[in-house]
């Protein structure tokens, strides 16, 4: 069966772990658990009618103080950018870690991840923003870890795009 490593990038607090923990152990936890440096995790897909592997790395979050190292990205055939909705700055976060990624590695399968929709009352993406990114060639969800919300969707769209490169 096929593995293929797919990161997990972000600011801080954007609820990246909390995406995996869903997507692998259909779980949620209210408690919010810092990730120091990389956690690994695994799920079987079914991705354009083969079975794949995701090996899931979970990587710290960016924040003004901590940069993420650009080695653990080494072997990545995927990576869902993850942001949170009621935080309108880990978007232009996202975007700028986004093009570090780019001239690093280069270009791989993304899927960008608007998480935290279930706050809809203190969402600060707007709609038009949305349709920009879309417009620039992004595969975007609405997620939100707590309900489970579009989070195998999201996935499923990066292991497909993995699967068709």
């Known amino acids: 069966m096929l593995q ?5 990038l972000g600011s801080f607090s954007v609820g990246k772990s909390s995406l995996v923990r869903r997507f692998v152990e259909s779980m949620f936890d209210e408690q ?17 009618d083969e079975d794949l592997t995701l090996v899931l790395w979970d990587i710290y979050g960016e924040d003004v103080f901590q940069k993420m190292r650009m080695s653990y990205l080494r072997g990545m055939h995927g ?9 309108r700055q880990t978007l232009d976060d996202a975007l700028r870690l986004n093009d570090r990624v780019v001239s690093e590695i280069g270009k791989v399968p993304a899927v960008l991840a608007l998480n935290k929709f279930d706050l809809t009352d203190q969402w600060e993406i707007e709609p038009d923003r949305e349709t ?8 975007l969800e609405r997620t939100s870890a707590k309900t489970g919300d579009a989070v195998e969707k999201a996935f499923l769209h990066l292991a497909q795009a993995i699967m068709a490169k």
């Open 132 to 139: 920009q990114l879309a417009a620039a060639g992004w595969t």
């Open 79 to 87: 990576y869902l950018l993850v942001v949170d909705g009621t935080r």
């Open 32 to 48: 919010y658990h810092t990730t120091i440096g990389v956690k690994v995790d695994k799920k079987v897909v079914n991705a354009n």
């Open 4 to 8: 293929k490593k797919v990161c997990m």
